[in-house]
């Protein structure tokens, strides 16, 4: 499966909104700065996803196509979990010249098919290319020797498994993690949707709980479940207590990850009321989040 370019007027949109004026002619620079770029504009969140999950009658209709994906985030600086944010960020790719195609990731503890990134091909070869469950920097397929690249959040180290898999570890202060193992092999559409619409069931991984990340110079802020924001950095981290109070923490989180007061307002309720949603067409799931930011 390849997927296809996002609207050229949108693309550049989008671009002019990251103050991207023209890319360089190397492809590979053109990546980097892209995904630079992404990492700093486009936040991990599933704010978006509980209100459109909740609004939708649906799964296939609560599905954040790329262009509500671009459109909502120039509306309201909204961004997604990693199909959403794959999808759009491989269309955006496709518009300006670059061949993107998905690969299904294996994360610890998850099934097989719950995450999505890109390889992308460059005039350098095949490069992955994470802004989902996000990498801090795109990074080169491995021949027989392990790639490794250092960046200012962690190191990246990618080697080859015993079957031909590709392994991924990342390294800082505190100490050398697998991240997950992929294949470079072909994703069927009808597979694609189906791993899609998984994410988006009840009891997925993001439709129960508030999921935020950000990436910044040097420092990363993640929301963990039990009410504390992780800054992160390649030195060492640090908490950022919120508290009990709802109103207070949806403003600091505002703050913090540059999204509406609002939207957190509406994915909270969401999450109450996500079974007691009416119906509604995706236009009106889209009309709704829009509202709401």
Known sequence: MRLPSLDTALAA???DRWQIDALPSAPTRGLELLHAACLRQVPFENLTKLIHGAAASR??????????FWQEHLEFGAGGTCFATTAGFGELLGAVGLTARPVFCHLPAERRQAHVALIVETESGSWLCDTGYALAAPIPLPGRLPVRRCTRHYDMELRQGVDG??????EDARGRRFRYKFRDQPVAAGDWTTAWNDSLKTDAIYMSRLALGRFGCGVRWILHPDHRVMVLSRFGERAILLTPDETV???RLARLFRLPESLLVAARQALRERAKS???????VSRDVSTAA
Request: hydrophobic letters at 40%; zero cysteines; proline letters at 7%.
């Open 165 to 170: 898999e590709y392994l991924l570890f990342i």
């Open 278 to 284: 009416p119906a509604r067409t995706e236009h009106d």
């Open 249 to 251: 923490a949806n403003r």
């Open 13 to 15: 949109r989008v671009l």
């Open 59 to 68: 799964l296939d209709a609560a599905r954040r196509t790329p262009s509500i």
